[in-house]
């Protein structure tokens, strides 16, 4: 016995001294592993979490240990659900832990394991891909296709200028559609992204949407949009109306904190904006104000396309151009197709503005304001 407590238990690679004395000491082995065995294992002991035959097995166990636990509930095996596994977790091992994910639970391993690459290196311990050394091979590999599709669309856009045909240059946006999310785009490539390496892509979608020729790829943009739906099959869009002369024209009303406005929008006009029968740039000065009145128009790149006549009431300048931006809006509803509606509401355009002054407090100085404390 004393010559085993003197034992050196080696355990994970690092050697550590085995307990002396006391009468609960036990007989310690000393395991061992040979060269042969150690050299062996090097290779399966990365991979095997990515085989399919790890997830196999942790079904097998995952399969049988429901088995045991329906019996120890007195439950039918075959028609155990995910349910009655958490619910007799619950009941044979209550934990009273805040976090739900530090709790005791029993998933299909599906659940519990993601998604994740095949090995991805041969039996010589050499890697498959090219780029297994920068640590995100599939991010590497989406950035080169990517930009090969890039120089393609450029090299014809070469090609037709060389053929004195220029490509017609035509104003492109995501209208009903949105790139995929960081978070998405790990789960599609399996690997963890930071903000540069995924703005950095966007980029170079954004670089070849906008390209003249860039449709001869859409099908490759395609597979990273997703399709926003559409929250306005609600909303009752008013079609045109025609004055005497036969000028098309829309109406719109708009509220900005106590600011109440209504615009009358022309077709196939040269710009010209009144206020209250006073042209714009006398009655708003400053130019933030008529900026953000005219940011709609802008928006839809109609500036000068359009004639507009307001009526507003009420608030300061700043309240009355937000109020005309919001009527201005609505009013243009009806010269754009849906997507561009659309486009318009997820820019913030078509949704009124419940922003106004926070009221003096009593006890206070002002809103937020405190007095200043004195001691004496």
């Given at each position: 016995?004393?010559?085993?407590?003197?034992?050196?238990?080696?355990?994970?690679?690092?050697?550590?001294?085995?307990?002396?004395?006391?009468?609960?000491?036990?007989?310690?082995?000393?395991?061992?592993?040979?060269?042969?065995?150690?050299?062996?294992?090097?290779?399966?002991?990365?991979?095997?979490?990515?085989?399919?035959?790890?997830?196999?097995?942790?079904?097998?166990?995952?399969?049988?240990?429901?088995?045991?636990?329906?019996?120890?509930?007195?439950?039918?095996?075959?028609?155990?659900?995910?349910?009655?596994?958490?619910?007799?977790?619950?009941?044979?091992?209550?934990?009273?832990?805040?976090?739900?994910?530090?709790?005791?639970?029993?998933?299909?391993?599906?659940?519990?394991?993601?998604?994740?690459?095949?090995?991805?290196?041969?039996?010589?311990?050499?890697?498959?891909?090219?780029?297994?050394?920068?640590?995100?091979?599939?991010?590497?590999?989406?950035?080169?296709?990517?930009?090969?599709?890039?120089?393609?669309?450029?090299?014809?856009?070469?090609?037709?200028?060389?053929?004195?045909?220029?490509?017609?240059?035509?104003?492109?946006?995501?209208?009903?559609?949105?790139?995929?999310?960081?978070?998405?785009?790990?789960?599609?490539?399996l690997e963890k992204l930071s903000d540069?390496?995924?703005?950095?892509?966007?980029?170079?979608?954004?670089?070849?949407?906008?390209?003249?020729?860039?449709?001869?790829?859409?099908?490759?943009?395609?597979?990273?949009?997703?399709?926003?739906?559409?929250?306005?099959?609600?909303?009752?869009?008013?079609?045109?109306?025609?004055?005497?002369?036969?000028?098309?024209?829309?109406?719109?009303?708009?509220?900005?904190?106590?600011?109440?406005?209504?615009?009358?929008?022309?077709?196939?006009?040269?710009?010209?904006?009144?206020?209250?029968?006073?042209?714009?740039?006398?009655?708003?000065?400053?130019l933030q104000d008529r900026e953000q009145?005219?940011?709609?128009?802008?928006?839809?790149?109609?500036?000068?396309?359009?004639?507009?006549?307001?009526?507003?009431?009420?608030?300061?300048?700043?309240?009355?151009?937000?109020?005309?931006?919001?009527?201005?809006?609505?009013?243009?509803?009806?010269?754009?197709?849906?997507?561009?509606?659309?486009?318009?509401?997820?820019?913030?355009?078509?949704?009124?503005?419940?922003?106004?002054?926070?009221?003096?407090?009593?006890?206070?100085?002002?809103?937020?304001?405190?007095?200043?404390?004195?001691?004496?």
């Amino acid at each position: 016995m004393a010559a085993t407590l003197g034992r050196v238990l080696r355990l994970g690679g690092c050697w550590s001294a085995a307990a002396r004395g006391g009468p609960r000491a036990q007989v310690l082995r000393l395991i061992y592993t040979t060269k042969a065995v150690q050299k062996k294992n090097v290779g399966p002991s990365g991979p095997e979490k990515y085989t399919e035959e790890f997830i196999k097995k942790q079904i097998e166990e995952f399969n049988l240990g429901k088995r045991h636990l329906a019996n120890m509930m007195g439950e039918d095996p075959e028609t155990f659900t995910q349910e009655d596994i958490d619910r007799a977790i619950a009941y044979l091992f209550p934990s009273g832990l805040f976090d739900k994910r530090a709790r005791p639970m029993m998933k299909h391993p599906t659940e519990i394991f993601p998604e994740q690459r095949k090995i991805q290196w041969g039996e010589d311990g050499r890697p498959f891909h090219f780029l297994f050394y920068t640590g995100k091979q599939a991010y590497y590999s989406l950035m080169h296709d990517a930009y090969e599709k890039l120089l393609n669309v450029q090299k014809y856009e070469d090609e037709l200028m060389a053929q004195d045909n220029p490509p017609q240059k035509e104003k492109k946006n995501l209208a009903g559609s949105r790139w995929l999310t960081k978070i998405e785009l790990e789960e599609m490539l399996l690997e963890k992204l930071s903000d540069n390496d995924y703005s950095r892509f966007i980029q170079l979608l954004q670089k070849l949407m906008t390209s003249p020729c860039g449709d001869i790829e859409e099908k490759y943009m395609q597979k990273f949009t997703r399709e926003v739906p559409m929250q306005l099959q609600k909303v009752v869009i008013e079609p045109l109306k025609y004055d005497e002369r036969g000028v098309a024209f829309s109406t719109g009303e708009g509220a900005r904190k106590t600011a109440r406005a209504t615009a009358v929008v022309y077709d196939n006009g040269s710009g010209k904006v009144t206020v209250n029968g006073i042209d714009i740039l006398h009655y708003f000065p400053v130019l933030q104000d008529r900026e953000q009145l005219l940011f709609p128009f802008q928006f839809l790149d109609r500036v000068g396309k359009h004639d507009m006549v307001c009526t507003v009431s009420g608030g300061g300048r700043s309240a009355q151009a937000g109020a005309i931006r919001l009527a201005s809006a609505k009013a243009l509803r009806s010269f754009v197709t849906e997507k561009e509606v659309e486009f318009m509401r997820q820019a913030g355009l078509l949704t009124y503005d419940p922003r106004v002054k926070e009221r003096k407090k009593p006890g206070q100085e002002g809103a937020r304001r405190k007095f200043t404390w004195k001691k004496r």
